[in-house]
């Protein structure tokens, strides 16, 4: 019987690794993506106090189309760039939460790029 490799798991360890490089200050804080089979969420997150500065996800009640694709990342990563610059952050360090930085999450650091965000 053929088994097949924990690609959950080897994701996880990917983004542990990644998290020891990886720090959000309050000057600049992480902006997280998390990607699922349907939806796409994005954070920006301050690691010293532990908070949620801004989040926006596909699966939000204004959101139009689907959430699974490429042009639903781009429109995730300019919400949570024009959030994060009514907050005041306009610099990030980009965590791509152990996923290749291909596709979806290619396309959703493009659109908070375009947003606004510098990283």
């Given at each position: 019987?053929?088994?097949?490799?924990?690609?959950?798991?080897?994701?996880?360890?990917?983004?542990?690794?990644?998290?020891?490089?990886?720090?959000?200050?309050?000057?600049?804080?992480?902006?997280?993506?998390?990607?699922s089979e349907k939806h796409i969420y994005a954070q920006v997150i301050d690691d010293v106090a532990?908070?949620?500065?801004?989040?926006?996800?596909?699966?939000?009640?204004?959101?139009?189309?689907?959430?699974?694709?490429q042009e639903a990342a781009k429109k995730v990563g300019q919400m949570v760039a024009e959030r994060a610059i009514s907050n005041g952050i306009e610099t990030v360090v980009?965590?791509?939460?152990?996923?290749?930085?291909?596709?979806?999450v290619q396309a959703l650091a493009e659109g908070a790029r375009e947003g606004g965000l510098k990283f």
């Open positions: 019987m053929v088994s097949r490799p924990d690609t959950k798991a080897k994701r996880d360890r990917r983004h542990y690794r990644l998290r020891f490089k990886i720090k959000g200050t309050p000057e600049r804080p992480r902006l997280c993506v998390f990607r532990g908070k949620t500065l801004a989040a926006a996800g596909s699966n939000e009640k204004g959101f139009e189309g689907v959430g699974s694709n980009f965590d791509r939460g152990g996923y290749v930085y291909h596709g979806r």
